[in-house]
């Protein structure tokens, strides 16, 4: 995905290290490869910006895989033949930073980007090595692509779901793109102009915003080895035992 001047310009002057970062998309998408998403068109944006910056990335299509329903990390324990999500969830937790991607279905997130949220919570219950729950120290975002209304609603309940879950949520972490209501050209389809939505402001701002204060939250938790371990040990409600329960309805 080409930058835009400007966004190529703050790349160009960084002077801080983020070499040693990690970035995964999620994106939750209906539509498998190798058809197009628009929603990964809007994640290249930010991937480009990561990648500039030495932040090695990954995007996954959770649709392509085959993953159970449910709230436990491996389904296949619980009934389901087949699961694909824990080896997803290992790259989850190889990540500094998570953003999930989604479309806008009647207002809503879709339905892959609940069923992942779904998964994340989950493996929640785990702890990390300082007793607190396992997602502490990453970070978390969104993007939203659509032709209603909606960005903001879809990002209020993905990003509501990773902070309850131990992700910190920087500033200005989430941006999207939504085009006049009802059917019509979506963001990266070719308009008389050229691509719809890759001239709007208002998207190209946040977006480069989002990943930007994704990086610098990475930065300062991975320096200083993450959230401080005081007063939000779940161990330390647990008698000094691992809280090792699945299911997130006992936390």
């Given at each position: 995905?080409?930058?835009?001047?400007?966004?190529?310009?703050?790349?160009?002057?960084?002077?801080?290290?983020?070499?040693?970062?990690?970035?995964?998309?999620?994106?939750?998408?209906?539509?498998?490869?190798?058809?197009?998403?628009?929603?990964?068109?809007?994640?290249?944006?930010?991937?480009?910006?990561?990648?500039?910056?030495?932040?090695?990335?990954?995007?996954?299509?959770?649709?392509?895989?085959?993953?159970?329903?449910?709230?436990?990390?491996?389904?296949?324990?619980?009934?389901f033949e087949e699961d694909d999500w824990p080896e997803i969830q290992q790259k989850v937790m190889d990540a500094n930073?998570?953003?999930?991607?989604?479309?806008?279905?009647?207002?809503?997130?879709?339905?892959?980007?609940?069923?992942?949220?779904?998964?994340?919570?989950?493996?929640?219950?785990?702890?990390?090595?300082?007793?607190?729950?396992?997602?502490?120290?990453?970070?978390?975002?969104?993007?939203?692509?659509?032709?209603?209304?909606?960005?903001?609603?879809?990002?209020?309940?993905?990003?509501?779901?990773?902070?309850?879950?131990?992700?910190?949520?920087?500033?200005?972490?989430?941006?999207?793109?939504?085009?006049?209501?009802?059917?019509?050209?979506?963001?990266?389809?070719?308009?008389?102009?050229?691509?719809?939505?890759?001239?709007?402001?208002?998207?190209?701002?946040?977006?480069?915003?989002?990943?930007?204060?994704?990086?610098?939250?990475?930065?300062?938790?991975?320096?200083?080895?993450?959230?401080?371990?005081?007063?939000?040990?779940?161990?330390?409600?647990?008698?000094?035992?691992?809280?090792?329960?699945?299911?997130?309805?006992?936390?």
């Amino acid at each position: 995905m080409a930058l835009s001047e400007k966004q190529s310009r703050l790349c160009e002057e960084n002077e801080t290290d983020f070499s040693n970062l990690s970035a995964l998309f999620l994106n939750c998408t209906l539509k498998p490869n190798p058809n197009e998403s628009h929603t990964e068109t809007l994640i290249e944006v930010s991937q480009s910006i990561f990648e500039k910056n030495q932040v090695s990335t990954e995007v996954i299509r959770p649709v392509d895989c085959n993953i159970a329903p449910g709230v436990y990390p491996d389904m296949t324990e619980h009934g389901f033949e087949e699961d694909d999500w824990p080896e997803i969830q290992q790259k989850v937790m190889d990540a500094n930073i998570l953003i999930i991607g989604s479309p806008i279905w009647l207002g809503e997130k879709s339905s892959v980007a609940t069923k992942v949220i779904e998964r994340l919570y989950g493996y929640s219950g785990n702890l990390n090595e300082k007793g607190q729950y396992a997602y502490y120290g990453r970070v978390g975002g969104c993007l939203i692509t659509g032709n209603e209304d909606g960005i903001k609603h879809c990002s209020m309940s993905i990003l509501y779901g990773l902070q309850h879950l131990g992700y910190v949520i920087p500033p200005q972490a989430d941006a999207g793109w939504i085009g006049e209501a009802g059917p019509g050209p979506s963001y990266g389809d070719e308009g008389e102009d050229g691509p719809v939505g890759f001239d709007n402001e208002f998207t190209q701002r946040n977006t480069t915003f989002m990943t930007w204060n994704l990086m610098h939250m990475a930065r300062m938790l991975d320096q200083s080895g993450g959230i401080p371990a005081h007063g939000n040990q779940r161990s330390e409600w647990e008698a000094g035992c691992r809280f090792d329960h699945p299911n997130p309805e006992h936390r």
